[in-house]
């Protein structure tokens, strides 16, 4: 009892110092959805930076939803294709894994002030638009607080099982049986189809193959069955690759 007492003393007084420095901080305008957020935060972001990250780390799923449809904005670059590398000087990821990113790519690179995910302008605080009507982006930041959200969901979306099982209401997308504890993440459509089958599609389409639209939480028992199944077709294609060369050879 007095632990707890003692932790809750602590947390007020870390979150009154928290808030005094935030309010002094904040400028006149401010996304009023994030600072709401940021005021009802067990432990309160001292910075409006802060608040605008933790704010979108928090809303996950709008952060991936924002992040394709700035994308889309940028359209993908003339002369640019997904092609993969060995992560060297060209910027291209060595897996289908990894989601394609032409802004990262020194050749389509648009610079500072630009997002190098999405390739749209970034305003104070990573934002993506411009409520302070500066008319110009800022010349010290590379990304969007909301598109390096999206970025970490892409490529690590187990760590965001809790949000996509509540978007499911807690059902298997497969089975439609209660998820357990013990249930995954999975592509409905894996990458290694996504690479041979939709790699000539525009890129901003691209994205929605790791973001939400394809993503599924499944009891682990199904993914188990369905990673068996896609292990065997993967097996079957490269062996039917193999003798098509011999062939025609």
Not at 43 to 60: D, G, M, Q
Not at 115 to 132: A, N, S
Request: hydrophobic share 40%.
């Amino acid at each position: 009892m007095m632990a707890s007492k003692t932790t809750s003393t602590w947390r007020d007084l870390k979150n009154d110092k928290a808030r005094a420095r935030l309010e002094r901080a904040l400028p006149p305008i401010f996304p009023a959805p994030v600072l709401h957020h940021a005021l009802t935060r067990p432990l309160i972001p001292p910075t409006p930076r802060l608040a605008v990250e933790s704010y979108w780390r928090n809303h996950i799923l709008r952060a991936d939803r924002l992040a394709r449809a700035l994308a889309a904005r940028s359209g993908s670059p003339e002369g640019w294709t997904w092609q993969l590398g060995e992560g060297g000087p060209n910027g291209r990821a060595a897996s289908f894994r990894m989601p394609p990113a032409p802004f990262r790519e020194p050749a389509f690179a648009r610079g500072r002030g630009a997002c190098c995910i999405c390739g749209q302008p970034v305003y104070r605080f990573g934002w993506h638009h411009d409520l302070w009507g500066r008319g110009v982006p800022n010349g010290n930041a590379g990304w969007h607080a909301a598109c390096v959200a999206a970025w970490k969901f892409w490529i690590a979306p187990h760590a965001q099982v809790r949000a996509l099982k509540l978007r499911q209401r807690h059902r298997c997308a497969t089975s439609g049986k209660r998820l357990l504890r013990t249930a995954e993440v999975d592509h409905a459509l894996p990458l290694y189809r996504v690479w041979r089958e939709h790699r000539a599609m525009p890129w901003p389409s691209l994205l929605a193959f790791w973001g939400a639209p394809n993503l599924q939480v499944v009891n682990r028992a199904v993914h188990v069955l369905k990673c068996r199944d896609e292990a065997g077709e993967r097996s079957q294609s490269l062996r039917e690759a193999r003798l098509s060369a011999i062939e025609e050879d």
